[in-house]
Nanobody, 115 residues
Framework: QVQLVESGGGLVQPGGSLRLSCAAS????????MGWYRQAPGKERELVAS???????NYLDSVKGRFTISRDKPMNTVYLQMDSLNSEDTAVYYC?????????WGQGTQVTVSS
């Protein structure tokens, strides 16, 4: 079993920055990929960024160049640095972890970009 706990969400003005953290506990050795998803009101949940245990990253096109995903070895904490935020980034952000046989989710953290 793996538990994921997000932190770092909040209210930020357009153009501002936030850093999200996801702390993993339990059988973290089984996790091969961790990522951040987001879901805005009335929209489907979408993958924002992911990182493998080997360090390979993947980003949603609309956040490339603005967001950076990173992790502490061995996948115990994953971060999402979000810069140049705009209103389109407003959503609940969820941490996600994938092992060979299960997918784990955190409880979500709200990010609101507004002046």
């Amino acid at each position: 079993q793996v538990q994921l706990v997000e932190s770092g969400g909040g209210l930020v003005q357009p153009g501002g920055s936030l850093r999200l953290s996801c702390a993993a506990s339990g059988s973290t050795f089984s996790i091969s990929v961790m990522g951040w998803y987001r879901q805005a009101p009335g929209k489907e949940r979408e993958l924002v960024a992911s990182i493998t245990s080997g360090g390979s990253t993947n980003y949603l096109d609309s956040v490339k160049g603005r967001f950076t995903i990173s992790r502490d070895k061995p996948m115990n904490t994953v971060y999402l640095q979000m810069d140049s935020l705009n209103s389109e980034d407003t959503a609940v952000y969820y941490c996600n972890g994938v092992s060979y046989d299960r997918v784990y989710w955190g409880q979500g953290t709200q990010v609101t970009v507004s002046s």
